[in-house]
């Protein structure tokens, strides 16, 4: 494995889009999430973004110390929690519910914003050309992001631990360059993989991991998209529009 490859990614989202993701994933109430669940879950998220290699910016490092403190905290007895200013609330979680709830607004905001614009955007666009042939159905509207992506990254890892045949052979050596030549040549044919087949009959740890930093580079190049048909189906692979 090409060990010092380091994936560059511009990752825009931040810490409390993940904690959002991992809501909504589990179709959790925001008013009752657990502190060691999404606690034990941000930290996966952040131990597979160091197997990996992808570098991330501090904010979630600074996240992940207040959910642990956070965490800490709440299990403490009432008479026995620190002192904090301009806390009148002895749920340590509020604090943290408010972020989410001000942010989630604010996105929610710029999501209908962004629609106007489309919709202002194609008012004056001339109808294309009646089309005799049958188009593919779209992949979906939109693509999947970095956490939807490590989402299933990490439902294949544990998939594959769960079988008896995972192996890590001695010396094996597998390059992100080769990995990116064999995605290529497995989208060539212009039919969407599905995220799952493209790691089926893989049985090494690092190979899956080598395969995963050559997907994430292709996505960066604009070589291969990756989308969901509905919020939450199984990612699909398909090459890039020439």
Not at 188 to 199: I, N, Q, T, Y
Request: hydrophobic residues 45%.
């Amino acid at each position: 494995m090409e060990s010092d490859y380091k994936v560059k990614l511009e990752i825009f989202e931040g810490p409390l889009d993940l904690l959002l993701y991992l809501i909504k994933r589990d179709e959790l109430d925001i008013y009752e999430i657990s502190l060691e669940r999404i606690t034990r879950q941000y930290l996966e998220y952040l131990q597979a973004f160091k197997e990996l290699n992808i570098d991330v910016a501090g904010e979630f490092i600074v996240m992940a110390a207040n959910l642990i403190y956070l965490k800490s905290r709440s299990l403490l007895p009432v008479d026995q929690q620190p002192p904090e200013e301009d806390v009148g609330e002895d749920d340590p979680r509020w604090d943290l519910i408010r972020q989410l709830i001000e942010y989630k607004k604010f996105k929610e905001a710029a999501a209908q914003l962004q629609v106007r614009q489309l919709a202002q955007e194609r008012i004056f666009v001339r109808e294309p050309a009646a089309f005799d042939g049958v188009p593919l159905p779209p992949l979906r509207i939109g693509e999947v992001g970095i956490f939807q992506l490590i989402n299933a990254f990490q439902a294949v890892i544990k998939r594959i631990e769960a079988r008896e045949d995972l192996r890590e052979i001695f010396g094996e050596h597998y390059t992100v360059s080769e990995k990116i030549d064999w995605i290529l040549q497995c989208v060539s044919d212009g039919v969407p993989l599905r995220f799952s087949d493209l790691f089926a009959n893989m049985a090494s740890r690092v190979e899956i991991v080598v395969t995963f930093l050559a997907l994430l580079e292709l996505i960066r190049l604009h070589q291969v998209h990756a989308a969901q048909r509905h919020p939450f189906d199984e990612i699909e692979i398909a090459a890039a529009a020439a």
